[in-house]
């Protein structure tokens, strides 16, 4: 993912908007659902083109007992665009969101911090806290809070033992905010849940969901990063785009897109006392260049089914 923010910041790339099939407005995403469609080009070490077509059904776990999120992945041949591959899109998603905020704790939070909060217990968080286990090396307290407390529970212990360290289990948002040296939402609410009188000095805020916090508390920032601004304006479910609809927020206020912090073109943390805010949208050139490097390493290893889609086409 480093590699492609930095061929992002370096226009090595064609990125079409992301398209949202749903069924109402954008509140209708929070009860009903919406699917993506993520086409991709990258340049670079992938040379990688395809698709992510992914769906968020929030009725899922508790109606059918199914994740909330599903997807397939295709890639296309760099060079005759003919379909070489189909691949699961759920796991492949969630790690590569998981690696999108690894790169920016690594390059925006304080290279002592310790504490870390999260709040939301799905799937996703799990791949945030690898991400954040990996990067943050002096990380040794982890809170968890989740409105299921059950599943909260589960994390703690599943995801505990994943990376050696304790987990704790805490009845509120706000209490897995205060203190926290770096903190993580990621979740499907309806309703803001951060509030600005929570968030420490130096922290670092990671932005997964869409409207998780009080617009107060991007106000509050004193460095706002973002993955791709023209995508989270298009996107229009995330806070800060919210603001920028309302016109409480202007372009002049983003700080950096991440590439031009990974290039240097741009600093990323520059003191231990600014709180630093990051949103990502997701963006499909992440999608198929970590498909395109599974591609590989499956062909390599001989992983999976070939078939012969089309023969010899009898229209050639």
Known sequence: MEKVFSLHQKKKYVLPNKTVLRWGDIDSENTRGRINSMPASIEGD?????????????????????????????????????????????????????????????????????????????PQSKTQLLAMNHVLKEINEIKINDLNIECAYKFAEEMGKKVNLPIKVVDTAEKAVRGSDVFITATVTKVPIVKPEWIDSGALYIHVGSHECEFEVIEKAEKIVVDDWEELKHRGVETISIMYKEGKFKDSKIDAQLGEVVNSIKSGRTNNEEFIYFNSVGMGIQDVALASVIYEKAMKEKIGIEFNMYGKPSFV
């Open 46 to 122: 992938f040379n990688s083109i395809g698709i992510k077509w992914i769906s968020s059904a929030p009725q899922n776990p508790d109606k059918y007992g199914l994740p909330r999120a599903s997807g397939i992945i295709i890639l296309n041949d760099y060079e005759t665009f003919f379909p070489k591959a189909i691949m699961d899109g759920m796991l492949l998603s969630a790690m590569r969101t998981g690696a999108n905020s690894g790169v920016a704790a690594k390059y925006l939070a304080k290279k002592n911090s310790k504490v870390l909060g999260l709040i939301g217990a799905g």
